[in-house]
């Protein structure tokens, strides 16, 4: 059983950055960024998996994922942050090869962490 935990949340304004960081326990394949807001659905965010990266469209050309495969370690850069992207972050990782933007695709998950944006 891998276990991921986030770390890097916080509250920052509008226009500012912040990276988070998914430390996971044991090596995972795929892995990737969800966000959940208040009263809302999880959503998909970015991935990592067989070499490639893919973004979700609000958020393509603001952050980054990347990863550190020697620390078992993913990274969300995000950089012009905007109120809405105020939620919960949750990163989750799977033993597959490939994987996309779908929830079932993913079997290990992190207990999320908050990020704030004020205007």
């Known amino acids: 059983q891998v276990q991921l935990v986030e770390s890097g949340g916080g509250l920052v304004q509008a226009g500012g950055s912040l990276r988070l960081s998914c430390a996971a326990s044991g090596r995972t394949f795929g892995a990737a960024w969800f966000r959940q807001a208040p009263g809302k659905e999880r959503h998909f965010v970015a991935s990592?998996?067989?070499?490639?990266?893919y973004y979700a469209d609000f958020v393509k050309g603001r952050f980054t994922i990347s990863r550190d495969n020697a620390k078992n370690t993913v990274y969300l850069q995000m950089n012009s942050l905007k109120p809405e992207d105020t939620a919960v972050y949750y990163c989750?990782?799977?033993?597959?090869?490939?994987?996309?933007?779908?929830?079932?695709?993913?079997?290990?998950w992190g207990q999320g962490t908050q990020v704030t944006v004020s205007s």
């Open positions: 990592a998996s067989g070499g490639n990266t």
């Open positions: 989750a990782a799977t033993m597959k090869v490939e994987a996309g933007p779908f929830l079932r695709e993913y079997n290990y």
